[in-house]
């Protein structure tokens, strides 16, 4: 069982390779890594040489910290994420959000593709993340409990903080980006869906269904982070269609995205 030593020591490693010191943190998910080029003065910490962090082995995941300015403003930004799907317990997903609230991180931007349950979404659509929907998977805070980092049992309310989301829908407005909202279905992947378990969720209430995030937006819940969480929409869910769902789509679909992701973002780390 790993103990609040084991994180301080890789957030010391990550502080002693780069002079930044962010309170904000984005994650980037598939199809996103372009989003980097928008960070200048970068410092980069490759996953691989931190001692006992994870590694990315998925190929649209690059595996870096990227320190830098975006927009002037500190960031740290993860261009690479941790998923179920490549063999972690939800217990080891836990590990980067830990380690971003050891290293000073007060506020996550988590992103990811997903697909569209919601027969009023359509792919390249931007969707807030106001809640989600965990069936199957466990919690990243089973096993003992590290006080240090918070509380046996905690609420998760707000997790999707609504204060942020309403600093998002304003910052949206303001630069004429539609945000939908909507709730973020957890599926455990590598398959996508089947029709009948996307009829499931949307009866559930689910708009959007993703392989990722909710590890992360939990372990932040536990430690006190706030997070605001954005799905780009890939492609619609399994059997809205009919079509088959491709890799492609999702990349594709994600190089248009992140342009209004890039503005969004770009304005929202300054009021945030
Ligand atoms: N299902 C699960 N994850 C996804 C999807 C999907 O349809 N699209 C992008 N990520």
Redesign the pocket.
Known sequence: MKDYNYYIDIAKYIENKTKYRPKIAIVLGSALGSFTEEIKDVETVDYAEIPNFLDATVDSHEGKLIFGKLNGIDVLCMSGRFHYYEGYSFEELSLPARVLSVLGIEKLILTN???AINDKFKPGDIVAITDHLNMVGGSPMRGANLEELGPRFFDITDMYSKELLEKAKITARKIDIELKEGVYAF?V?PN??TPAEIRAFKVLGGDV???STITEALTAAHVGIQVLCFSFI??M??GITGDA?TVEE?GETGIFAVEKLKLLLRKIVQII
């Open positions: 593709a997903a697909g599926a992947g996508f869906e269904v993703g392989m890939s492609n869910a399994a769902i999702v």
